[in-house]
């Protein structure tokens, strides 16, 4: 992604993702889409506060990232936990999406 890319998101988006994904086997890994400085993505807790915290499954994950099902749904189906600022939670869809546009 280039930094104007970078930026759009960034403005639309403006805050720090926690994802706490978990396989199968009860293994977890954080990982951390911060869209309010630098707009990146890192493995590894947030390095400020995240203002949302999604806890979900690595199926979940990846249905997800492949646009197969969306946040709100499965939220709604209790697929993804939510904690924190869950507005924020559901602009995740479009930073999915515009990410994958570019594969």
Request: aromatic share 4%; proline share 0%; glycine share 10%.
């Amino acid at each position: 992604m280039d930094d104007k890319e970078k930026k759009v998101i960034q403005k639309k988006t403006n805050g720090c993702f926690g994802m706490h994904v978990k396989n199968a086997g009860g293994k977890e890994l954080v990982w951390t889409i911060d869209l309010k400085k630098n707009a990146e993505a890192y493995e590894g807790k947030a390095k400020g506060k995240a203002d949302v915290t999604i806890n979900l499954s690595d199926d979940t994950f990846i249905d997800l990232a492949d646009g197969k099902v969306n946040g709100q749904k499965a939220f709604m189906s209790g697929k993804l936990k939510v904690k924190g600022n869950i507005m924020l939670a559901t602009k995740l869809d479009n930073v999915l999406k515009s990410q994958k546009a570019k594969l």
